[in-house]
């Protein structure tokens, strides 16, 4: 899917230079939580922290917001809060160690419990952080103390209004037109604060609301100002998907207005779509522990977080396009490979090239193949796809070569037509808008047509020898596996 309007504005920012004069760059965690030191890098200014229950998603935002001495006393936090010692848990020898940007200079600091005692908080840098935790906002009927309001006699005795703006941010996120919202309190509790939103010029109070609306009125209760960290815990909490995009692109917005910084966990494809490559951060369990890498594809995230039965063997790939050249030199040089694996897109080159390193050091628990592009190098544990450049390339230069073949009878079009449409696309600059492009003038789905030409390739275009060199990796992982 195409990043939204907010994100390529804050992307264009981000890019420009100069911007962002606060920024937490990298940290490492080790000893808390079966982190050993691995380094976790923020490479936009919204970063994304994906994995399975237990990876650790948690504990990075935790270390992040101990990383930082509070603008005032109520704002600082201690990373004692986080890790705390109980009678089932030590935290000895834990350290965390980072990386800020102020301006043009760059540091390094690190805190640390050598034994009993956290050190290092009086080094720690100023930055306002913001840490909310959306898994743990309750229902209003559900908090401690507040079934005492739900008495008609009573009344409220204040309320705090919503700023216009703000009640606009509610309304695009939930995707309803909000004439006001408030945060009240009755004359019988004046500490126990009752959100009331007015839709329609009917008003509803936190008793009668949504759990949706209830988390992102709490949430937007938060103002953070120029240059603060916010950390957000499982973003998606009690929101549909449209409204998980929204709030995605409202930060965005938010973002590129107040130079903010921002990490958050999720467990959400629709979270993850919203946000370029190196936004993406996915922690995995290996057979060597955790591992993180950057620029996952929400389908590589979900696959490692689905529950559904593994097939012999794992093949990754950089994009969908990759997937259907790959799926189809199976189809057409060794059949019985398709039903025996499934085809990932994985998203970035350089992720791809972190997967092959696993590869070679045997780090996957199962069978597991990384192919990368052609126009890539060659790289450690990685298998490079047929030609030297982009899928696309390689397959419409084939079959410019051989006039096409019989992709026009394949998609049920005239030979001219088709000829006429892949010869034009070919003109344009994008190797990546071809297919599509293609596909339009010859009124057909962008992926029926590439399925049509990567079949024609491979099975006329496409040498044996070439082919061999895909599908023998794959069945030596098999077999080796099988032994």
Same mark, same amino acid.
């Given at each position: 899917?195409?990043?939204?309007?907010?994100?390529?504005?804050?992307?264009?920012?981000?890019?420009?230079?100069?911007?962002?004069?606060?920024?937490?760059?990298?940290?490492?965690?080790?000893?808390?939580?079966?982190?050993?030191?691995?380094?976790?890098? !923020?490479?936009?200014?919204?970063?994304?922290?994906?994995?399975?229950?237990?990876?650790?998603?948690?504990?990075?935002?935790?270390?992040?917001?101990?990383?930082?001495?509070?603008?005032? $006393?109520?704002?600082?936090?201690?990373?004692?809060?986080?890790?705390? &010692?109980?009678?089932?848990?030590?935290?000895?020898?834990?350290?965390?160690?980072?990386?800020?940007?102020?301006?043009? /200079?760059?540091? +390094?600091?690190?805190?640390?419990?050598?034994?009993?005692?956290?050190?290092? #908080?009086?080094?720690?840098?100023? =930055?306002?952080?913001?840490?909310?935790?959306?898994?743990?906002?309750?229902?209003?009927?559900?908090?401690?103390?507040?079934? $005492?309001?739900?008495?008609?006699?009573?009344?409220?005795?204040?309320?705090?209004?919503?700023?216009?703006?703000?009640?606009?941010?509610?309304?695009?996120?939930?995707?309803?037109?909000?004439?006001?919202?408030?945060?009240?309190?009755?004359?019988?509790?004046?500490?126990? +604060?009752?959100?009331?939103?007015?839709?329609?010029?009917?008003?509803?109070?936190?008793? #009668?609301?949504?759990?949706?609306?209830?988390?992102?009125?709490?949430?937007?209760?938060?103002?953070?100002?120029?240059?603060?960290?916010?950390?957000?815990?499982?973003?998606?909490?009690?929101? #549909?998907?449209?409204?998980? =995009?929204?709030?995605?692109?409202?930060?965005?917005?938010?973002? =590129?207005?107040?130079?903010?910084?921002?990490?958050?966990?999720?467990?959400?494809?629709?979270?993850?779509?919203?946000?370029?490559?190196?936004?993406?951060?996915?922690?995995?369990?290996?057979?060597?522990?955790?591992?993180?890498?950057?620029?996952?594809?929400?389908?590589?995230? @979900? @696959?490692?977080?689905?529950?559904?039965?593994?097939?012999?063997?794992?093949?990754?790939?950089?994009?969908?396009?990759?997937?259907?050249?790959?799926?189809?030199?199976?189809?057409?040089?060794?059949?019985?490979?398709?039903?025996?694996?499934?085809?990932?897109?994985?998203?970035?080159? /350089?992720?791809?090239?972190?997967?092959?390193?696993?590869?070679?050091?045997?780090?996957?628990?199962?069978?597991?193949?990384?192919?990368?592009?052609?126009?890539?190098?060659?790289?450690?544990?990685?298998?490079?796809?047929?030609?030297?450049?982009?899928?696309? =390339?390689?397959? !419409?230069?084939?079959?410019?070569? &051989?006039?096409?073949?019989?992709?026009?009878?394949?998609?049920?079009?005239?030979?001219?037509?088709?000829?006429?449409?892949?010869?034009?696309?070919?003109?344009?600059?994008?190797?990546?808008?071809?297919?599509?492009?293609?596909?339009?003038r010859l009124t057909l789905a962008g992926q029926i047509l590439w399925h049509a030409?990567?079949?024609?390739?491979?099975?006329?275009?496409?040498?044996?020898?070439?082919?061999?060199?895909?599908?023998?990796?794959?069945?030596?992982?098999?077999?080796?596996?099988?032994?």
């Amino acid at each position: 899917m195409a990043l939204s309007n907010q994100m390529r504005r804050l992307l264009a920012t981000w890019h420009s230079g100069g911007a962002w004069p606060k920024r937490l760059e990298w940290i490492e965690i080790r000893n808390i939580r079966g982190w050993t030191g691995q380094r976790i890098t !923020f490479r936009f200014p919204i970063v994304a922290v994906v994995g399975e229950n237990g990876t650790g998603k948690s504990t990075v935002i935790q270390a992040a917001a101990s990383v930082y001495r509070g603008t005032d $006393k109520g704002s600082t936090r201690f990373p004692s809060e986080f890790f705390p &010692v109980t009678a089932w848990d030590q935290v000895t020898r834990a350290e965390i160690v980072y990386a800020y940007r102020e301006g043009d /200079n760059s540091s +390094q600091g690190k805190v640390r419990k050598p034994t009993s005692r956290w050190l290092g #908080h009086a080094e720690r840098p100023i =930055r306002r952080v913001e840490y909310v935790d959306l898994r743990r906002i309750q229902p209003i009927s559900a908090r401690v103390g507040y079934t $005492k309001l739900v008495k008609t006699k009573h009344k409220e005795a204040s309320s705090t209004d919503f700023e216009d703006s703000r009640v606009r941010r509610l309304s695009a996120v939930m995707g309803r037109t909000y004439d006001s919202a408030r945060i009240a309190v009755t004359d019988v509790d004046d500490k126990r +604060q009752v959100p009331v939103i007015s839709m329609g010029n009917v008003p509803y109070s936190g008793f #009668h609301q949504g759990s949706g609306e209830t988390t992102i009125f709490d949430f937007l209760k938060i103002d953070p100002p120029p240059y603060s960290l916010l950390l957000i815990d499982e973003i998606e909490s009690s929101l #549909h998907p449209r409204a998980q =995009r929204r709030l995605i692109r409202e930060l965005a917005e938010r973002c =590129r207005e107040r130079q903010l910084q921002i990490v958050l966990t999720t467990h959400s494809p629709y979270v993850l779509d919203e946000l370029p490559l190196e936004a993406r951060v996915c922690i995995l369990n290996s057979g060597a522990g955790r591992e993180t890498v950057t620029g996952v594809s929400p389908d590589f995230a @979900m @696959m490692k977080m689905d529950d559904e039965p593994h097939p012999e063997c794992e093949l990754y790939v950089e994009d969908d396009a990759a997937a259907v050249m790959l799926n189809e030199i199976m189809a057409h040089h060794q059949a019985d490979l398709v039903s025996r694996c499934r085809i990932t897109p994985f998203g970035a080159s /350089n992720l791809g090239k972190a997967l092959g390193q696993m590869v070679a050091g045997k780090r996957f628990p199962e069978p597991t193949c990384v192919f990368l592009d052609g126009d890539n190098a060659g790289a450690p544990g990685c298998i490079l796809l047929p030609g030297d450049d982009a899928p696309e =390339r390689v397959v !419409f230069d084939a079959l410019r070569e &051989v006039n096409w073949g019989n992709v026009s009878s394949r998609v049920g079009r005239d030979f001219a037509a088709v000829a006429d449409a892949c010869a034009m696309a070919m003109t344009l600059g994008e190797h990546h808008e071809w297919v599509n492009a293609a596909a339009s003038r010859l009124t057909l789905a962008g992926q029926i047509l590439w399925h049509a030409m990567c079949a024609e390739w491979a099975s006329t275009c496409l040498e044996k020898d070439y082919a061999a060199a895909i599908t023998r990796p794959i069945e030596d992982a098999i077999i080796a596996a099988n032994q």
